[in-house]
């Protein structure tokens, strides 16, 4: 694929993740399918929304489960260059969470009315 | 550009239909189908906002196959819009993404 | 128009897939081109050479079969989630030393990529949950 | 096996149906399974709650879905002799569905605090 | 006899814990969990209705694996058990039967 | 005590099986008899030879089987709930003309009426739902 090429299929793909993470697979499947975009020089976005925002929790510890921490494997979203990462503030006021117990520092917290525009923005959603 | 919103579970037994109602925007759409159909009946429990938002324009679908089959005929909302695949697939051209909320 | 499908659900377990099949033949039929279907999560299931519903009832392989020989239509399964879930093709049972596979042949493995390229080059990417 | 033995193992089984028609399987699946016990002699009864409810509906047609009506199946309860069948009473009053929608006579409405005792009689709770 | 209630999904975005405590006796006792163990923290939206039968002497369990998985270890509501599979085991024997809500 | 379980979530997608796998352990361990283990809606994906997860992630097929050899259980999945899910051991494939089964052997395919037969055997019989 050539720089050009790239160019012409540079698609803004908003990833949103609604799930909690060990009670079923898709929030870990929704990671690894932003992880696999990230190969295609694509303009990618990450919100997490509903149950999805428990993800963030970084006191996780699944070694009961004998299944790996989610909380640890999020931070590899930085090292594949995935920056644009929201969190749905309506969500995390419902579950009373606050910003200093979430894994991620880098995260966007944003309120309903600029997710309904962030989606607007986008040429795809992807919903997990 | 719009989104269009499917909802695919009873607003009776999931919040999925409400987290949909808190980021729909006014140019938005929004599509029930499988036991989403159950939040296009009159006494859905989200019925009062579809019909706050429904007066703001936001238009609502309910795929007929779903709603025949669950013997809901009698039951919509009266604003309800009700289509058929062919409905569907055009409202997916009409906005430029989807969202499904399952 | 250029349409995807991503699809999470099993069949039967799930209305979703019934859904997503019934959308991809209105896509069809109303003259838009169907680039690929992505089968995911439980949506591996779909791909299964030996799903035996009774006779009376709906066979959503040999219809997701049919409408790929129809039109043409890359049928892809994620090959991490089908692994998991006990799907295989002669390939992925060879390299894992399993008696047998089990995947339809109008199915291709492949990995999450797919789903990928189905969102940049489709117009409109649409997802079935279960 | 002998009728004494039958009385020795004669077990109070109710199965308790929660989810819609049609969007799950599940609903035909405890169908299927209350219909496999009535060959075993035991006391059976089935309990409709939640949007299990909503498979009771007489206006039911699946015909574009291609699908057995779940309404025409029902009756087949009363011809394998099916006959304690309970319906939450708060299910159908939260969906303002009345008792003559539904497609089965003989139901019982009973509500919340019945069914609370109706669970204490029993020997074995199979859970749809 | 009584009977043991096992809720597995979150009360967050279903409706599950909320027929559970509609029909639950005094006698009953409630283990949640997987997802269910999102019922067991203080921000649960049925969190009040939970102190209430615990009040009347409905006891509420949650499994310790699936709430250190989703550390919630420092969230919980005060008044509830936590238990392991020996734990799970026990209940199902003290109560006569076994009602799954999922 | 005598105890059975039901198991109706598929492993993977839905902790439930993994829930149902520990639980039993747990019966055992506290000294109980696991009469029966029956396999009903998307559980009957349990019972699957050909399930290939990571090497690194719990592999439940295997963990069923070690469990039934060691304790002698009787796993059992429901024919109608298989056959559509694509589950067939030899038998069933022959019947069916299908080319291949992938029914683990230590599973065995049977009727609803061993789902009753093990809730008026045992003394309690425990769901697990995804």
């Not at chain 1, 949103?16 to 975009?37: F, M, N, V």
């Not at chain 1, 309120?111 to 992807?126: E, F, G, R, V």
């Not at chain 2, 579809?50 to 669950?70: E, H």
Request: proline share 3%; with cysteine; hydrophobic share 40%.
């Amino acid at each position: 694929m050539t720089t050009n090429n790239k160019s012409i299929t540079c698609k803004k793909l908003l990833f949103i993740s609604r799930h909690a993470p060990y009670g079923t697979s898709l929030a870990k499947e929704a990671l690894d399918a932003i992880l696999a975009a990230s190969a295609y020089d694509q303009n990618l976005s990450l919100l997490f929304m509903d149950d999805g925002v428990f993800q963030l929790l970084s006191a996780q510890d699944p070694s009961d489960l004998e299944q790996k921490n989610f909380a640890a494997m999020l931070p590899v979203l930085a090292l594949y260059e995935i920056e644009n990462i929201y969190v749905h503030f309506e969500s995390l006021q419902a579950r009373q969470i606050t910003i200093n117990e979430l894994i991620l520092d880098g995260v966007q917290v944003i309120d309903s009315k600029t997710i309904c525009s962030l989606l607007t923005q986008q040429d795809q959603l992807l919903s997990f | 550009m719009s989104t269009l919103h499917t909802v695919n579970k009873s607003p009776f037994t999931h919040t999925t239909l409400l987290s949909c109602l808190q980021i729909c925007g006014e140019d938005d759409g929004i599509l029930l189908l499988e036991d989403g159909v159950f939040g296009a009946i009159k006494s859905s429990p989200c019925s009062e906002q579809l019909s706050i938002i429904m007066q703001k324009g936001i238009k609502i679908y309910a795929l007929m196959g779903d709603v025949k089959a669950r013997g809901l005929q009698e039951k919509l909302h009266p604003d309800i819009h009700i289509t058929d695949y062919n409905g569907f697939v055009q409202l997916s051209i009409e906005h430029r993404c989807v969202q499904s909320w399952y | 128009m250029i349409f995807s499908l991503a699809i999470y659900a099993a069949p039967y377990s799930s209305q979703a897939s019934d859904t997503a099949y019934r959308f991809a033949a209105a896509v069809l039929a109303n003259g838009h081109q169907l680039y690929r279907v992505f089968f995911y999560h439980d949506g591996v299931h779909n791909s299964s050479a030996l799903m035996t519903p009774p006779q009376d009832e709906i066979n959503l392989v040999l219809q997701w079969q049919q409408l790929s020989q129809d039109y043409n239509i890359d049928l892809v399964v994620c090959i991490a989630a089908a692994l998991r879930r006990g799907l295989l093709n002669e390939q992925e049972a060879n390299r894992y030393d399993k008696p047998t596979f089990n995947l339809n042949q109008n199915f291709e493995i492949s990995g999450l990529g797919q789903l990928v390229d189905a969102a940049v080059i489709s117009d409109r990417l649409i997802t079935f949950g279960g």
